[in-house]
């Protein structure tokens, strides 16, 4: 069976609560995964949104995560657990869905990658490119799972 990764508040490919976006509380949705391979020794998880204007957006950077971790509770917060990056709004930790009002629809990729190393060595606020960098050459599995959200013109 292989690496299964699920959000809580939402169903795959579903819309996003506003619970968790810029039009909420801006509050990481709880996560749990299973199906972990035995040779698994830590996970990081990348969150992004690639219809934003701008290009890709990061939403969440983390690694570091132990291998015995099989979740995030909602409204996880950096340094609870694992080491967090810095997302592309310029902070550590979660920063949930905000696209510009009246752009569309806008897909959230949760992917999560289990990896043959416990620590990745990044530094703490550490960048995206830093983190794929830190990955490459160590992923084991990979799950992804799909939300949407659009914000109306006012």
């Known amino acids: 069976m292989a690496l299964t990764l699920s ?15 810029c039009d909420g509380a801006d509050e990481s949705p709880g996560l749990s995964w ?13 969150v992004e949104d690639p219809d934003a204007p ?3 957006w990061n939403h969440w950077l983390l690694w570091d995560l132990p ?10 917060e950096p340094g ?6 810095r997302n592309d709004f310029g902070r550590r930790g979660y920063g949930g869905p905000c696209p ?3 752009h569309g629809p806008h897909r959230y990729f949760f992917r999560l990658y289990a990896l043959d190393k ?26 992804e799972y799909l939300g949407v959200y659009e914000r109306k013109k006012q």
């Open 67 to 76: 291998a015995s971790a099989r979740g995030l509770p909602q409204g996880f």
């Open 100 to 102: 510009p009002p009246g």
């Open 7 to 21: 959000v809580d508040a939402f169903s795959c490919g579903g819309p996003i609560p506003a619970r968790h976006t």
């Open 54 to 56: 701008v290009g890709t």
């Open 118 to 143: 416990d620590s990745l060595g990044l530094a703490e606020g550490s960048n995206r490119r830093a983190l794929e960098n830190a990955l490459a050459g160590h992923l084991v599995a990979k799950a």
């Open 34 to 46: 299973s199906a972990v391979p035995p040779v698994v020794k830590s996970f990081a998880l990348i």
């Open 80 to 85: 609870s657990s694992g080491v967090s990056g």
